[in-house]
């Protein structure tokens, strides 16, 4: 058995893996590269070959991390079909085709510059009909169903409590006669979060498949977070001034909600309004609501009153790019939670155009920041930076909450790992993933000295023999 890592070796993005077994070849995740200046040549410049026949894809979550590549594989023969949770199923509805109509805005503005320069024009990485014919490839499994997907191969999804419907893959793989089985953690949410399930472990493998996003640290308590983002909304509120939050679409905005509607119920703010600027966030949210049955405990008992779940009295959907426009505008205190999460395109780029060089401002960063992304430069507090080819001064003010995010930190990934050694068990195989080499390297040392692991750190396009 063989598995090739061609995505998310060294780095937060692009997972994709390739199983290959004497019967089967199965990808697991497809997503896209994000963030850095190299990202769209290596989404362009796929690494399988254009006869690879597959047998089935296995989606763990809908991120576009994990998503995103999804429309690119259309193009290899076969009639696979792509397995993941109801929830999951629905969410990659929304985000691939909002990234395949991004797609074709970004090239038709990139090839109105190259043809005034004539250079030859660009065609986009993938269309809405790309998209549309992915979407209907989804099957949906529900969580602790085994199920067979290919010739000798069944998965088993459960929940990894990181957005709705994610889950870690049990895979178990006959070849040459002997079976294996195959843990995917995907990406793994933080125990006690809100809204989701705690994350739930698996128990036995023979090949670990480890995420390493935050392998360096552990986040900040819940309850601290709390405080400090308590302190800056009401300093905002007290000045008039607004609020910038840059935040995932798909699970960290919901979040953000939760807890916003929270503080708005024991009196910690009160008439601060919170504007929603994601057409994507508003499409998930609604999503949210209608799979109360696998979230938690607290969120389906909220559920049972309609106005307490994600909705509180102040809480402003922003749906038109001209609703977006008019928040450049607004006057007097406000948040404004817009994509993308890492600042690398979306609403949020335009707002921090328009704010950014306000000592006033207030911007909260929530979630990792990735290499090369105006995010990660933002909270590195630069004095300027440049946004669509125009230098902007940086004179709001840059927090970093390290509690929200919705990545389990080194002592979850660890306890995670836990369950699959110890007596009477075999001794797995692991392999340290969706991760930069410093979080890797810390993760790797962690697992040395207190379960005796010795994790290996694979590079892209790395095939390794299991």
Not at 46 to 53: A, G, Q, S
Not at 86 to 115: C, F, Y
Not at 121 to 137: G, Q, V
Not at 297 to 318: G, H, I, M, V
């Amino acid at each position: 058995m063989r598995i090739t890592f061609w995505g998310a070796a060294g780095e937060v993005t692009g997972s994709c893996y390739l199983v290959e077994t004497d019967k089967a070849r199965v990808m697991v995740d497809c997503g896209i590269h994000q963030g850095y200046p190299e990202a769209e040549a290596r989404n362009r410049r796929v690494p399988w070959k254009r006869d690879l026949r597959l047998d089935a894809v296995v989606l763990t979550h809908a991120h576009l991390d994990h998503s995103g590549r999804l429309p690119l594989i259309n193009r290899l023969p076969g009639e696979w079909r792509t397995f993941a949770t109801p929830a999951t199923a629905a969410l990659t509805d929304i985000l691939l085709e909002d990234s395949a109509r991004l797609q074709e805005q970004d090239t038709m503005l990139a090839n109105r510059r190259r043809a005034r320069a004539g250079k030859p024009l660009l065609t986009p990485l993938y269309t809405p009909r790309d998209a549309a014919e992915s979407l209907s490839r989804l099957k949906s499994v529900a969580y602790q169903t085994p199920t067979q997907i290919a010739p000798g191969i069944t998965i088993r999804f459960v929940d990894a409590g990181h957005i709705l419907g994610s889950t870690s893959v049990e895979m178990i793989a006959e070849d040459a006669g002997r079976t294996r089985t195959i843990a995917f953690s995907a990406d793994i949410g933080v125990p006690g979060s809100p809204l989701l399930a705690d994350p739930t472990p698996l128990d036995r493998a023979d090949v670990v498949m480890l995420e390493s996003t935050y392998g360096d640290r552990d986040h900040r308590p819940m309850e601290q977070t709390l405080d400090e983002l308590t302190a800056i909304l009401r300093e905002a509120e007290r000045d008039g001034e607004k609020v910038l939050i840059p935040a995932f679409a798909v699970g960290r905005t919901q979040n953000l909600i939760y807890h916003m509607a929270q503080l708005h119920r024991e009196g910690r703010i009160n008439n601060l309004p919170v504007y929603i600027d994601s057409p994507m966030a508003i499409a998930a949210t609604r999503l949210y609501l209608d799979h109360v049955d696998i979230l938690d405990a607290d969120a389906r008992r909220l559920a049972e009153y309609k106005s307490s779940l994600l909705r509180f009295p102040t809480l402003r959907y922003s749906q038109s790019a001209d609703d977006s426009r008019r928040l450049n505008d607004l006057r007097g205190a406000a948040v404004i939670i817009a994509g993308s999460g890492m600042c690398n395109g979306g609403r949020i780029v335009h707002h921090l155009r328009h704010n950014l060089w306000k000592p006033g401002v207030h911007v909260v960063f929530t979630g990792f920041q990735g290499q090369g992304t105006l995010g990660r430069e933002l909270v590195q507090r630069p004095s300027s930076v440049r946004i669509f080819g125009e230098t902007v001064a940086v004179k709001a003010r840059i927090h970093t909450l390290g509690g929200l995010s919705a990545h389990g930190g080194q002592s979850t990934l660890v306890d995670w790992a836990s369950h699959l050694v110890g007596p009477g068990k075999p001794t797995p195989r692991f392999f340290l993933t969706h991760g930069e080499d410093g979080p890797r390297a810390a993760l790797a040392g962690v697992l040395r000295n207190r379960l005796k692991i010795e994790a290996e750190r694979p590079v892209l396009g790395q095939t390794v023999d299991v």
